[in-house]
């Protein structure tokens, strides 16, 4: 990947490489052979196709970035990502499936995390709490995780289905 260091952003604004980021990235073995010329142009190259696919796909990144952050709390014994529910449960083509973003287990207790790069809708609210219920038992947990700013209504509708939201405002605050 070669490009410009600062393009043009929504509204007109301009938007400058994340320096700290893209040095982040490459430290931990995600990007190889990263130059910047601050001001002029940005360069590097992705470790492999697969972490290509991650970091070009927003969706991708939010759930690897609460994937790492289930790891890094040290509370959960498993966590696994893009979890593919199958409601018949022998896999066949035709079923009908549904993926969890985030899985993660805390001791005997389930905890179903849905990530989203939109604005958070009842529907994605009312399919969490069906997946919670139906498949992790009476203890389930669940949170859905956006990177907007969250309605008040929205939180009221996750409050009464017992789904904890985490939104912009936290994401950037850090998560507790």
Same mark, same amino acid.
């Given at each position: 990947?070669?490009?410009?260091?600062? $393009?043009?952003g /929504?509204?007109?604004? @301009?938007?400058s490489a994340?320096?700290?980021?893209?040095i982040?990235?490459?430290k931990i !073995?995600?990007?190889?052979n990263?130059?910047?010329?601050?001001?002029?142009?940005?360069?590097?190259?992705?470790?492999d196709?697969?972490?290509?696919?991650?970091l070009?796909d927003?969706?991708s990144?939010?759930?690897?970035?609460?994937?790492k952050?289930?790891?890094?709390?040290?509370?959960?014994?498993?966590?696994h990502?893009?979890?593919? $529910?199958?409601w /018949?449960?022998d896999? @066949?083509?035709?079923?009908v499936?549904?993926?969890?973003?985030?899985?993660?287990m805390q !001791?005997v207790?389930p905890v179903?995390?849905?990530?989203?790069t939109c604005e958070?809708n009842?529907?994605a609210l009312?399919?969490?709490?069906?997946?919670r219920d139906?498949?992790?038992?009476?203890g389930?947990?669940?949170?859905?995780?956006?990177t907007q700013?969250?309605?008040?209504?929205?939180?009221h509708?996750a409050a009464e289905l017992?789904?904890r939201?985490i939104d912009?405002s936290?994401l950037?605050?850090?998560?507790?």
């Open positions: 990947m070669a490009g410009a260091y600062t $393009v043009k /929504e509204r007109g604004s @301009r938007i994340p320096d700290a980021a893209l982040g990235l490459e !073995g995600m990007l190889k990263l130059v910047i010329k601050r001001g002029e142009r940005v360069s590097f190259d992705f470790a196709a697969q972490i290509r696919t991650w070009r927003i969706g990144v939010l759930e690897l970035y609460i994937y952050v289930c790891l890094d709390v040290g509370i959960f014994q498993d966590v990502t893009s979890v593919v $529910v199958d /018949e449960g896999f @066949r083509r035709d079923n499936t549904n993926e969890i973003d985030v899985m993660a !001791g207790t179903f995390i849905s990530c989203k958070v009842t529907e009312n399919d969490l709490a069906i997946l139906r498949f992790g038992g009476h389930a947990k669940a949170a859905i995780v956006t700013t969250c309605r008040s209504v929205t939180r509708r017992g789904i939201v912009r936290d950037q605050g850090g998560i507790t």
